[in-house]
């Protein structure tokens, strides 16, 4: 049996920190789609504190080098939210943070949707909803099968798991007792066209997932702490896959946008972004606005 790599419990000191650079990093992630004009706000600004804990504790990496063998395998299955990968990679000092300005815009490495031939410190590159899923098993049952000691980490949407191919990929991972592989779904129960439970429901999804053999922790999304334990957790299970279902609000942190469908796939106005960050710099109004 492998050894369980040990990701550190969290400090009520490091949790303020990383609470403070979610922040911040939802911040950039609406000045990024402000400057680029088109993209997709609620997704990012939901997967904040997620990619922020993923960057910032959970993930054996190394900005330095991103090609690394040893590293931990991050893969983006649903590449329309990449905005909040750029930004928390930049802060965590993969690229300067005023190459964030450059997304969408011709001849950058921060496409719309993830490209490795742009950008080597990604794993994986993705538009069509389902392609992350089969990528990351692959991934993992290559490390399973040649005892290699790094874990493969795969963030999917709702859309995700409307394509048949997530759930054949779910079949291979629970029939090969993949491990080393933890999915990271983002219920966040919206979609381009309106809410998922009225398009595609989805429910019981912990029960689906079970039924195929995996091991299954609900969270909320928001808890950094609840997080990190069920990624902690998830080091220790050895005889199935497991996934992390993390319940999300769309646009979280910013009144106007949560739980509206509408923000799934356009920027903030010049207004709407003025409004976004006093609201992110004030808590909400509770605190004195503040820079990083």
Not at 9 to 22: F, G, P, R
Not at 135 to 161: F, I, N, R
Not at 178 to 187: A, E, G, K, P, V
């Amino acid at each position: 049996m492998p050894s369980v790599r040990d990701i550190p419990s969290i400090t009520d000191k490091k949790l303020h920190s990383l609470e403070k650079k979610a922040n911040l990093i939802r911040q950039d992630v609406l000045k990024m789609l402000r400057e680029a004009g088109s993209g997709h706000s609620a997704g990012p600004l939901g997967l904040a504190d997620i990619f922020t804990s993923l960057y910032f504790h959970v993930l054996k990496h190394d900005p330095k080098k991103p090609g690394w063998s040893d590293r931990d395998r991050l893969l983006l299955s649903c590449g329309h939210v990449v905005p909040i990968r750029y930004a928390a990679m930049a802060h965590a000092g993969y690229f300067p943070k005023k190459d964030l300005m450059t997304l969408r815009k011709l001849g950058s490495k921060l496409q719309g949707h993830p490209e490795v031939t742009q950008m080597k410190s990604l794993e994986n590159t993705s538009g069509p909803l389902g392609d992350g899923g089969p990528q990351s098993c692959g991934m993992a049952y290559v490390a399973k099968a040649d005892k290699l000691p790094w874990h493969t980490y795969c963030v999917l949407s709702e859309g995700d798991l409307e394509a048949g191919i997530t759930w054949e990929a779910a079949m291979f991972a629970g029939k090969n007792n993949l491990h080393n592989l933890t999915w990271i779904i983002d219920r966040n129960n919206i979609q381009i066209d309106g809410y998922t439970e009225d398009i595609m429901p989805l429910e019981p999804l912990a029960d689906k997932f079970a039924a195929f053999n995996w091991t299954v922790i609900e969270i909320d999304g928001h808890n950094i702490m609840q997080f990190v334990d069920a990624c902690r957790y998830a080091q220790t299970i050895w005889e199935n896959p497991v996934v992390i279902i993390a319940h999300t609000v769309p646009g979280k942190g910013v009144d106007f946008m949560e739980f509206e469908p509408g923000w799934h796939g356009k920027p903030p106005g010049s207004d709407e972004l003025r409004d976004a960050l006093r609201e992110l710099r004030t808590l909400g109004g509770t605190i004195e606005s503040e820079s990083e």
